[in-house]
């Protein structure tokens, strides 16, 4: 007003010099108003811009995760045809390895947890797979048969990876869930985390297990084969195994005779490897020399079957 007036607020009048001055120093104020207007707004769009992009980032890490997962459920299909396309055969000529699997038929018609005992090296899986085919319920063509190998998984996934929920690297369905209705090999029980032994007890207790988060209870039908190189009281002895699991597997332990005891399973174990590895490289099957076949029966096979 004072300007336009061409008067200041005391009433009195103002020199041109002082009218030049007022109207530069309103240019100058119009021009940094300006300036500081434009750049909030860029700042604004910039604050915007982050916003999006740290949603967009969030959103990518997501699919990330997903592929991953994906890749991985993808990965573990083919591990599991190939595992099917070469599965173990159980081959138990020799009189110890019947004696096995006549064990193994007896406590195929019941649901309870099996401990194997067995020597490094020995491959339990042909001995679950028996119990798994020969208890398998009449009319059920397809039951899961799953193996997790407890001294293969990190501590801090091993709880999400056997009973699911969110673990470490997102959500997991689970071992014991992926077995429902079906057979679960722990293969090396007591490399199992001591603090889940308990959790797992209680599972085969109850008939039920939780997740992770223990947001979430399931049916746990699974029935568990697991395998131990000791006996439960030592394992127990040595804090290797819970108390609560070692009383759920004593019902039922089988010892697994080591390659040493079974020479007469031998010859078909050898033809068999022999055969899977000709057809793995594309070549003609090949055999054994009588001779040769006679010096690997005499031998002890000290790391059996592996």
Do not use: M
């Not at 004696?99 to 339990?124: D, W, Y």
């Not at 429902?180 to 209680?202: F, M, R, S, V």
């Not at 997740?211 to 084969?225: F, G, K, N, P, W």
Request: glycine share 6%.
């Amino acid at each position: 007003d004072a300007i336009c007036s061409g008067e200041l607020r005391s009433g009195v009048p103002i020199t041109q010099e002082e009218e030049r001055a007022l109207w530069q120093l309103a240019r100058d104020l119009s021009g940094l108003l300006a300036v500081f207007s434009a750049r909030a707004r860029a700042e604004q769009r910039a604050n915007l811009a982050i916003l999006e992009l740290t949603k967009a980032q969030a959103e990518i890490a997501v699919l990330q995760d997903s592929v991953e997962r994906l890749r991985a459920d993808r990965a573990l299909l083919h591990a599991e045809r190939s595992r099917q396309a070469e599965a173990p055969i159980l081959i138990a000529y020799s009189g110890k390895a019947r004696e096995l699997a006549a064990q193994l038929t007896a406590h195929s018609k019941s649901a309870r947890a099996i401990l194997l005992l067995t020597e490094p090296g020995i491959a339990v899986e042909p001995y679950a797979r028996a119990l798994h085919d020969q208890g398998r319920e009449p009319g059920r063509k397809v039951a899961p048969f799953v193996v997790f190998d407890c001294s293969a998984v990190r501590p801090e996934q091993a709880e999400a990876a056997l009973f699911g929920g969110a673990g470490p690297f997102g959500p997991e369905v689970g071992c014991l869930r992926a077995a429902e209705g079906g057979t679960l090999l722990l293969i090396d029980l007591p490399a199992l985390p001591l603090p889940l032994q308990p959790k797992l007890a209680a599972a085969l207790a109850r008939g039920r297990a939780l997740t992770v988060d223990e947001r979430e209870s399931y049916e746990a039908s699974a029935r568990i084969v697991a395998s131990a190189r000791s006996g439960l009281q030592q394992l127990v002895s040595d804090n290797a195994l819970h108390a609560e699991l070692a009383q759920q597997l004593s019902p039922a332990v089988c010892r697994v005779p080591p390659l040493c005891e079974c020479a007469d399973d031998i010859p078909s174990l050898l033809l068999l490897s022999i055969d899977r590895a000709c057809r793995r490289l594309g070549r003609e099957p090949l055999g054994l020399e009588p001779e040769a076949l006679a010096i690997l029966r005499e031998y002890g096979f000290p790391g059996n079957h592996a």
